[in-house]
């Protein structure tokens, strides 16, 4: 039997590199603080309290805020999770509703649940040559919010997983029209703000409520983030309350002196640091700009219109080669070349960088996937020409799954399991996504299609982990026991 405190220790002494979060990347030069056991207390005289700060907390939270250039901002040691789970509730009521990206993450849409609100979906588009997820258009958020006119709020995730930006400065000011507050998931962003090789973070084009995970592309550690607030239309106070609602009443003093040494680490050092970062990035780029069978997406994408911006961090490495797909090269690099990434998708591999990386860990990614570049070159593969570029509009091409009850009403009725396969017509009980990246392919309340179904097993043939389906083997799906027809 193995015990997870052990597997971790030995893990440590495995050669592998991390092109994954956490942001420190194990690199013990990056980090400044290096919690011990010796370290970890609970609220005691002189050490404040995370949901009343008055002293150390409070000054601290306020050294992030002048940082992010925010008006106020919140630690959260719940992750972002515990922070969208917080701005949806303080920013709607019961019964009210809310317009969101159908690409958020799954957490807005357990926000969503929790809070008893109906939900209004924004499609992003899709970039059809790498089959990710592209920008919500600004157009699209104006026409959605005159035939929902009533929304509440409006929450976007910028950038996605893979580093797609929306613009949020034009999108923002649609939604100020109507005098609702825009909540921005921008977790993947957290490192926006410190160099301009970066997409402009979404403060600074003027949204309510911003999100960031600190601990994905930051020296800090798992779990920590942060909520940031500006302007008036975003109740604070409701904000403070439900964070200490949606959080633990005993955070950890560990997490946050996490926090508190990332924030001061790059109050003092931060333009040094990226300066390092971005140097090593672009070479790292340009080396692998020549290869042909696996395609680092780029400048390439800039050229369409559903990219507004790209967070050149993220190694979007596609697979050219026929025969291949992301699935092969995920395990070739891991089994191989000890090269941990951060997901596979069916026909690409999504590496996370930081500031903490080191050069030997992008020379190890270089001569692997160069290694592997002239293994399928000598083996005569032909090169999979890419379609022609083009933005796809979700809602209207490739739609899983269609709402009929909101999520809530999904949740809370009676469920039964059916075999998935015959699942066609049944409203889903349950959630499905892939994990990474948490977006839902199919939510409760929504009518499963057939599109679904031969998603979900294109997926599966891909070697690809489809969540939240039963069964010892997946065959079955949770759907409700009410079916309405609509």
């Known amino acids: 039997m193995e015990f997870l405190h052990q597997k971790l220790k030995e893990y440590h002494q495995k050669n592998i590199y991390p092109f994954h979060m956490p942001g420190h990347k194990r690199n013990e030069d990056a980090v400044e603080f290096q919690p ?30 002048e940082l992010y250039k925010a008006d106020e901002t919140y630690y959260c040691v719940n992750g972002s999770t515990g922070a969208l789970l917080a701005a949806i509730a303080a920013c709607t009521v019961p019964g009210g509703s809310i317009l969101m990206a159908r690409n958020c993450h799954q957490s807005v849409y357990h926000g969503v649940c929790l809070s008893g609100v109906e939900n209004y979906y924004v ?14 258009m600004p157009e699209k958020v104006e026409a959605a919010l005159s035939s929902h006119p009533r929304v509440q709020a409006v929450v976007i995730t910028s950038p996605t997983y893979d580093g797609v930006v929306s613009s949020v400065g034009e999108i923002a000011e649609i939604v100020h029209r109507r005098g609702v507050p825009l909540i921005v998931d921008e977790a993947h962003g957290a490192h926006f703000p410190f160099h301009d090789y970066f997409p ?12 960031h995970s600190l601990h994905k592309t930051l020296p800090a550690l798992t779990q920590t983030a942060l909520l940031h607030v500006q302007g008036k ?12 609602m949606y959080q633990t009443s005993s955070p950890s003093y560990l997490l946050m002196g996490s926090i508190d040494s990332c924030i001061r680490n790059l109050q003092r050092s931060g333009k040094v640091f990226f300066e390092k970062y971005v140097e090593r990035l672009e070479g790292l780029r340009g080396r692998l700009s020549g290869l042909e069978y696996i395609q680092l997406a780029g400048e390439d994408l800039y050229q369409n219109k559903a990219v507004w911006d790209l967070d050149r961090s993220k190694l979007l490495l596609c697979v050219r080669a026929e025969g291949a797909g992301g699935h092969q090269l995920y395990e070739l690099l891991l089994k191989k070349y000890g090269l941990q990434m ?44 890419p379609e022609a570029e083009s933005a796809l509009n979700w809602q209207e091409t490739v739609v899983l799954a269609r709402k009929v009850l909101s999520i809530s009403d999904a949740m809370a009725r009676p469920r039964m399991l059916v075999p998935f396969e015959q699942s066609e017509g049944c409203i889903a009980g349950e959630f ?12 409760p309340g929504e009518q499963i299609t057939q599109k679904l179904l031969d998603t979900v097993a294109d ?23 009410i079916v309405e027809n609509s």
């Open 233 to 244: 239309l975003a109740d604070r106070e409701r904000i403070r309350r439900y964070m200490g």
């Open 123 to 136: 499609y992003p588009e899709l970039l059809s040559s790498y089959d990710i997820h592209g920008a919500v």
């Open 36 to 65: 011990k056991l010796t370290e970890d207390i609970t609220e005691i005289d002189g050490f404040d309290y995370l949901h009343r700060p008055t002293g150390i907390l409070q000054e601290s939270q306020a050294a992030a805020a």
């Open 459 to 481: 997926c599966r043939d891909a070697g690809l982990d489809v969540r939240g389906l039963a069964g010892e083997y997946g065959e079955l799906m949770r759907v409700c026991s």
């Open 200 to 211: 402009y973070s979404a403060l600074e084009q003027g949204a309510d409520v911003v999100v």
């Open 342 to 385: 951060e997901m596979e998708a069916k026909t690409y591999v999504l590496g996370m960088t930081s500031p903490a990386d080191i050069k030997d860990g992008y020379d190890r990614l270089c001569r692997a996937l160069e290694d592997i570049e002239r293994e399928w070159r000598v083996e005569g593969r032909a090169l999979r020409k």
């Open 432 to 443: 499905l996504h892939l994990y990474p990246p948490g977006v839902p392919l199919a939510v």
